[in-house]
């Protein structure tokens, strides 16, 4: 009896210290896991402000270029109407080199 009563005992001692490793490696690598996944989280959140910052750039630069642009045709509109006399209606006389 007392050998059956051992080898139950040699069974869960034989079990603890195997199962031990195995599950200290898997809460170990539950951690690297957890703080591998943290740092990629802290990395992607890095991309995405310097995203948004580029995106806020590039909307500024974007508004700028037409507002430039705007202006552009306002004076080529306004100099158009005094270089151009025949656009307002006016004749000049032909110089004498001109038919």
Request: proline share 5%; aromatic share 4%.
């Amino acid at each position: 009896m007392s050998e059956s009563t051992k080898k139950p005992e040699q069974a869960e001692e034989n079990t603890t210290p195997e199962t031990a490793p195995a599950e200290d490696t898997k809460k170990a690598e539950k951690k690297a896991s957890k703080s591998s996944k943290k740092d990629r989280i802290a990395e992607l959140e890095k991309e995405l402000e310097k995203a948004q910052q580029s995106l806020k750039e590039s909307a500024d630069n974007f508004l700028r270029l037409a507002a430039e642009y705007d202006n552009l045709q306002a004076f080529a509109a306004r100099e158009g109407r005094h270089k151009n006399p025949l656009k307002n209606g006016c004749r000049r006389e032909a110089s004498p080199g001109h038919r």
